[in-house]
């Protein structure tokens, strides 16, 4: 038996939490877009052609904005090819995935889709290929009211309403020698900058995300960040961050760790922009955007080289086993004890590439156990994330070395009178007691624990057996102020308390 403690204390307020923190991705890849969210003739589509059986599981996922058309597939993408009648627009190669496009889904969809989810837009622009003239032309398109060019024809397609669009992504990826347009940190630094300027002209309410490193592994990280900001500093609100983990070689127990990644790279990001805050004696704080992350078993792709030309092929629809569930909890926990810094997050992504919503073209949605951390998080993080300072034993892992067993973050909202707990037990093999101090809150009671474990960690969901893990309820009890609970082996729980 193991033991751990943490404290809840409103005085320990970290920050709110940013309702953004609970975003996702489509990109136009593989399944994610066609047969994903959108497919005509589905018996669940709506009128444009839009899986309503999708959008029930993405609302109640609690899907708060939707990042798109891209990821890799935006750096060679004309968005013109996917406005206007359907009838009319063309069929295109798209490079980034070496699939064949038929432009069927297009923006005027995605607003639609989005919309219809309750969700807010995030939209990347092309400067891979493309550049600033695209980018304020795209912006034009949705953003002014009427009486040009460019917003008469969203008027003329059908969106009478300006879309106000406030979060943009300067590119995607633009470090990584994959991306179409790839770039220089100071080639990319000074084209964000003078896109960001040109795109504030026409609309000073955007909020523009930098491209941050492709992830923490890539050799021009940091330097990256640092001679992006030099120059782009002033013209934007966030730095992006993109991690992908996956069990190597049978290292489970490095996989159960690999929060500790994410939360080194998150450390070093601020450290790096705040560096360049310094630096060029700026009074704004730079926030980040986490705008793709996930568990991806990459070692089983086959890279884009592989891949024959084909529209909506198969692509990365990794089926989830609850453990994986459970390291996908610790990521949002991650991002949740970074609550004061990083204000957007993206799960890439959404519907079947590497999506915790599966689907059959023509058949059912259903939920990937990597579903239930997020949707509980989305629903029960609310008010304040806060300080826990968990008191933890270690365990030893060959890839990052000691790490906590428990990791944990809670979130407090004294209105309505309610406080999360989220915890990781990393044990394989030993459930962790967990006391948690409330003497600051002596009103506070248990009203649930959910837990996501199982004797077989391989377990998965399937279209077969969509509710083989779903979160099951647990009990603890409070005494003199102190809650303890059971945390099983390699588990994800949620505390819901009253308070
Ligand atoms: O999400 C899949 C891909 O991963 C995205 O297209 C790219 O941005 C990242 O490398």
């Known amino acids: 038996m193991i033991d751990a403690r943490l404290t809840l204390d409103p ?26 969210v959108f497919e005509p003739g589905h018996p669940a589509a709506d009128e444009l052609g839009l899986r309503t059986d999708v959008l029930d599981l993405a609302r109640e996922m609690g899907v708060s904005v939707v990042r798109y058309p891209g990821g890799n597939f935006v750096s060679n993408y004309r968005w013109e090819d996917g406005v206007g009648p359907r009838e009319s627009r063309p069929t295109r190669l798209d490079l980034a995935w070496r699939s064949i496009e038929s432009n069927q889904f297009g923006l005027g969809e995605y607003m639609a889709w989005v919309r219809r989810l309750g969700a807010e837009p995030m939209l990347a622009v092309n400067l891979g290929t493309r550049g600033l003239t695209e980018a304020v032309e795209l912006l034009e398109y949705c953003n002014y009211p009427g009486g040009t060019a460019l917003s008469d024809r969203r008027v003329k397609n059908g969106d009478h309403d300006p879309y106000g669009i406030k979060l943009w992504c300067l590119g995607n990826e633009m470090d ?10 100071h080639e990319y630094g000074r084209i964000a900058a003078e ?15 930098a491209c941050g490193s ?5 050799p021009t990280f940091g330097s990256w960040e640092a001679t992006v900001l030099e120059q ?4 934007v609100d966030y730095i992006s961050l993109h991690a992908y983990y996956e069990e190597r070689d049978g290292d489970t127990a490095s996989f159960l760790g690999s929060a500790v990644d994410m939360d080194a790279f998150i450390d070093e990001v601020i450290a790096t922009a705040d560096h360049v805050k310094a630096r060029t004696r700026s009074g704004r704080k730079l926030r980040l955007s986490f705008d793709e992350w996930n568990v991806w078993y990459q070692q089983r792709f086959g890279g884009e080289a592989s891949l024959e030309w084909r ?13 994986d569930a459970v390291v996908v909890g610790s990521y949002l926990i991650s ?9 957007i997050g993206c799960q890439a992504q959404l519907a079947n590439v590497i999506g915790p919503i599966r689907t059959e073209p023509g058949g059912p949605a259903w939920r990937q156990t990597t579903y239930w951390p997020f949707a509980l998080t989305a629903r029960l993080a609310r008010g304040d994330a806060l300080r826990v300072e968990p008191e933890s034993p270690l365990t030893d892992t060959a890839a990052y070395g000691p790490v906590p067993v428990l990791t944990a973050a ?12 989220f915890a990781v037990n990393r044990s394989l093999d030993e459930p962790l007691t967990l006391t948690v101090d409330l003497r600051a809150l002596p009103a506070a009671r248990l009203r649930t624990h959910r837990v996501l474990a199982d004797d077989d960690l391989r377990a998965t969901n399937t279209q077969a057996d969509p509710d083989r893990i779903v979160p099951r309820q647990l009990t603890g009890r409070v005494d003199d102020g102190r809650l303890t609970v059971s945390l099983p082996p390699a588990s994800w729980n949620v505390l819901e308390l009253s308070v």
């Open 11 to 36: 005085a320990f307020r970290l920050g709110p939490v940013d309702r953004r923190l609970f975003g996702s991705f489509v990109e136009h890849m593989g399944r994610s877009v066609y047969t994903g």
């Open 311 to 323: 529209p909506t092929p198969r692509l990365i629809e990794d089926e989830y086993s609850v453990l």
């Open 410 to 421: 809670a979130s407090l909202d004294l209105q309505a009178g309610a406080a999360a707990l």
């Open 176 to 185: 990584g020698p994959w991306q179409i347009g790839h770039q220089t940190a």
């Open 335 to 343: 991002l949740l004890g970074h609550a004061d810094r990083v204000s």
């Open 214 to 218: 492709s992830g923490r592994h890539m």
């Open 195 to 209: 896109t960001g300027r040109a795109m504030r002209r026409l609309d000073p309410g955007v909020e523009l995300v």
């Open 232 to 235: 782009c500093y002033d013209q």
